[in-house]
């Protein structure tokens, strides 16, 4: 079985702050780790993904998540965060070999002016 | 080049009602799928199509029925409507299945529906 937990509903931060959005996850195989962003009455959009090799992944907007194989997390962060940035969080994760995208329950992120 | 499309966007139904929601994808995916989205428990599939010609259950099938009409084209009928079956429904496709490769699912933007 896999899952995800994302351990915080919300986050706020002032808007030029680092941002970081917690995501951890279990699979019994090695995972794809993948990032998504829903603005309100919007789909889901793809952010950033992780497949194997560098531990450090980049996406779009000036994302980047770190992959953590021992504390078996995939945090989501960037430097320095917009009122744009605002949106709900998706953290999903994939066993290699298996179909089944899991998602985390999402994180609401609110970047105040 | 539009991605995933749904319709409708909204909908209102009365218990018992039937309806049925249309998904199509101009991207030339092979695998096509249907989650619904309830507060506080993420996203949850109802069924996936591997392939055109295959469905398949999910997690929450019970409710549903599917049919893949063609490559492009993946619909959602609910044949008698429930108040729990109030939720947002996203249709999303990937290049394949899973297995070799990463396979990213990329949604369309969804479908509210209200059960009274």
């Known amino acids: 079985a896999q899952s995800v937990a994302q351990p915080e509903d919300q986050v706020n931060v002032a808007e030029g702050n680092p941002l970081t959005v917690k995501c951890t996850y279990s699979?019994?195989?090695?995972?794809?780790l993948f990032w998504y962003v829903q603005y309100p009455n919007r789909g889901l959009q793809f952010l950033l993904k992780?497949?194997?090799?560098?531990?450090l992944v980049k996406g779009s907007y000036g994302f980047e998540a770190e992959f953590n194989k021992s504390q078996t997390s995939f945090h989501l962060k960037k430097p320095s965060a917009l009122v744009s940035d605002s949106a709900l969080y998706f953290c999903a994760v994939r066993d290699r070999g298996d179909y089944k995208l899991s998602f985390g329950a999402g994180t609401t992120v609110t970047v105040r002016a | 080049n539009a991605g995933v499309t749904q319709t409708p966007k909204f909908q209102v139904l009365k218990t018992g009602q039937s309806m049925t929601l249309q998904c199509a994808q101009d991207?030339?995916?092979?695998?096509m799928y249907w989650y619904r989205q309830d507060p506080g428990m993420g996203l949850r599939l109802i069924y996936y199509?591997?392939?055109?010609?295959?469905?398949d259950k999910g997690e929450v099938p019970n409710g549903y029925n599917v049919s893949r009409l063609n490559k492009r084209e993946f619909s959602l009928r609910l044949e008698s409507a429930a108040p729990s079956q109030t939720s947002v429904y996203f249709c999303?496709?990937?290049?394949?299945?899973?297995?070799?490769?990463?396979?990213?699912?990329?949604f369309g933007p969804g479908t509210r529906l209200t059960v009274l």
């Open positions: 991207m030339n995916h092979n695998s």
């Open positions: 199509s591997a392939s055109e010609g295959t469905t």
């Open positions: 999303a496709s990937s290049r394949a299945l899973g297995g070799q490769g990463d396979n990213e699912q990329f």
């Open positions: 699979v019994s195989g090695n995972p794809y």
């Open positions: 992780y497949i194997t090799g560098d531990n």
